[in-house]
């Protein structure tokens, strides 16, 4: 049953996300806009989105009791998930009581080991990616609003100093190709925009679901620069940057990409 | 644990071509790639897909290791008596899901 829930869910938000990935003098392109018919389909039929699968082992995890504390995220956030509405929306961002910010995977790793009293889920894990997944799931079709703190401007410079930073042995920085040359090609494959817009994504030369993280990390490699390790802030920073670059976009999670 | 998506309708007309899509949640892991130690992952995939119409069998594939990771089945059938569509996957290390859908043919 719960499949064609989410099934007729999906239906019903992707017009939404459509008018909003289009709309107005925006001229900002998601990476959706980029693929081909049959991609497009794949993403917004909730039946045929790998990524869906990974939205339902979150479900599963979501109702899960963990950690010393023995309690689910149900316990506390409620069953559905529909608490979690617009959340993946404002991540980065900085948690009560802390002064550094953390992403929607570090959220929920905070969440863990604090009101769990549970391990921290590695990076890139099954579990993790899942549970990210289905809380993301709860924003789809709406606009990315990252949240005005001023606490985060600082960081919020610091990513984008590191969008800007040419490294690596090819000597590119982000902006060097996803700001000057998007929309052009590179070895066959539009360059795109590098707006975050669904995260986490199922990207088909992955064959499974990845963090915005992983994808950074690959841009990394691909410049042949040497990649920072999982836990930086540098990618909280970068993440943080692309969201405020893609304030208003609509949000597609879980997306799917070539 | 088995996690499934089936897209089907849930009625027909009677003589009506249907199409049936089913995803699966499995790594279709190789066994030609080796792991991060140097040896060989061990060969981990979907051997077998079959659909039964109220227990006729209606639809069979072999899956082959060159398949991609949550493999998407989807084919079609001609609607002739209400009932159920078995979908069944199994293959290497045990693995075995059987899934049912309901149709009504009116």
Excluded at chain 2, 28 to 48: H, K, W, Y
Aim: proline share 6%; glycine share 10%.
């Amino acid at each position: 049953m719960m499949r064609l829930r989410i099934g007729l869910c999906l239906a019903s938000v992707f017009a939404a996300s459509l008018a909003l990935a289009q709309g107005g003098t925006d001229k900002r392109r998601s990476g959706y806009q980029d693929m081909g018919p049959s991609l497009q389909r794949m993403q917004d039929d909730g039946t045929s989105n790998p990524g869906m699968l990974f939205v339902q082992l979150g479900a599963e995890a979501w109702a899960g009791p963990a950690g010393a504390a023995n309690k689910a995220c149900a316990d506390c956030h409620g069953a559905s998930g529909a608490t979690m509405k617009g959340v993946a929306l404002r991540y980065p961002a900085i948690p009560e009581g802390a002064d550094t910010p953390v992403d929607l995977e570090g959220r929920i790793n905070l969440c863990r080991t604090t009101n769990q009293q549970a391990a921290p889920l590695p990076a890139e894990s099954r579990e993790l990616l899942a549970l990210a997944a289905f809380v993301a799931h709860q924003s789809r079709g709406q606009p990315i609003a990252p949240p005005d703190d001023p606490r985060l401007a600082p960081f919020l410079d610091r990513g984008a100093a590191i969008w800007a930073l040419r490294q690596g042995q090819l000597n590119l920085s982000c902006a060097t190709c996803h700001d000057d040359n998007a929309g052009k090609k590179l070895a066959g494959v539009t360059i795109p925009e590098a707006h975050p817009t669904g995260y986490p994504v199922y990207r088909l030369e992955w064959q499974t679901l990845g963090s915005l993280k992983r994808r950074l990390r690959n841009c990394l490699v691909g410049i042949r620069a040497e990649s920072y390790a999982y836990d930086s802030m540098e990618y909280v920073m970068l993440e943080l940057f692309l969201m405020e670059r893609a304030r208003g976009m609509a949000f597609e999670a879980p997306a799917v990409r070539p | 644990m088995a996690n499934v998506l089936i897209n089907a309708p849930k009625t027909a007309k009677r003589g009506e071509v249907i199409e049936i899509k089913a995803l699966i949640l499995h790594p279709m892991e190789t066994g030609f790639r080796p792991g991060t130690n140097g040896s060989i992952i061990a060969r981990n995939i979907i051997e077998r897909f079959t659909a039964t119409w109220n227990g006729d069998e209606i639809f069979r594939i072999d899956l082959s290791p060159a398949i991609a990771a949550n493999p998407f089945v989807s084919f079609f059938a001609v609607a002739t008596d209400s009932g159920t569509v078995g979908l069944r996957w199994s293959g290497d290390e045990g693995f075995q899901v059987e899934e049912s859908i309901a149709i009504t043919v009116e």
